[in-house]
């Protein structure tokens, strides 16, 4: 759940129609409809009952409006009180981030410290782990999204979350797959994720803790990409585990149980400039982003 989702549920729940919530938002009414969706899915709760032409709160939507509203009135809190040193925090920053924009939450980011810090120029690019941390080390980045373990004394890092990732293969491997060994895994095809992600560091990690290496047979330049040729019937590889759960659940995928590894989702950021107020606006925005 982020910041927009909620901005959807209070502007639904104080002006009882989609559509007008949608023009004070400034999104499409389809994109209103999905963030309600979603919160209700997530918390497993219905907020609003539905008839043509009206949408009112349920007796649940009305106590957790209340929260909601709170919850926006502190992320509120943090932008005026950005807002008060706007005029010392100029010039721009340049992000780096992996190939899974809406897993990281980018775009919830970005609109907060748009919102923030209103005269920072941003930009934003898409590259692999050894990129990023060459990126921010020589001054290219300022800070990026980082998916595994990271030590490094000139860098500072804020952790996110952690990140399960297991083992998936095409269904037609689902009657075979269970009792196999890593020997036998390792001769089966495997797909090769982009050079130096973190989806090709963890996958090659996993058998060479066995003494093993995956037979890659097909390679592929978008992590995004990845669980389309899995389910294709092309060959097994690493997907993070919500990923692969959904999969399973809509029998487009089979879980090998044996290869599982969790590791931090991280936004990494050079040490020196921890105290620059582009830096500490970054992590402030971060900390409501990911409620921590």
Partial sequence: MDILKLKSFVMVARLGHLTKASEKLFITQPAVTAHIKAIEEELGIALFTRSPGKITLTKSGQILLIEAEHVLDVFNGLINKAREMKGEITGSVKI????????????????????????????????????????????????????????????????????????????????????????????????????????QRLQRYLFAQQGLAPREVVKCDQISAIGDLVKSGLGMALMREDQALKAVENNEAVIWRHARIEVPLSFVYRLKNEASPATVGMLSVLRQCWAL
């Fill in 96 to 199: 780096a981030t992996v190939d899974d924009s809406e897993f990281v939450k980018l775009g919830t980011f970005l609109y907060g410290l748009q919102a923030t810090l209103p005269l920072l120029q941003l930009g934003i690019s898409v590259v692999d782990e050894e990129e990023l941390l060459s990126g921010i080390s020589n001054g290219q980045f300022d800070g990026g999204f980082y998916i595994g373990v990271m030590d490094h004394p000139d860098f500072g890092k804020l952790h996110l979350r952690t990140v399960t990732y297991c083992a998936v293969g095409p269904t037609t491997l689902s009657a075979n797959i269970a009792g196999l060994g890593w020997r036998e895994m390792s001769d089966l095809p495997w797909i090769a994720a982009p050079k130096n992600s973190h989806i």
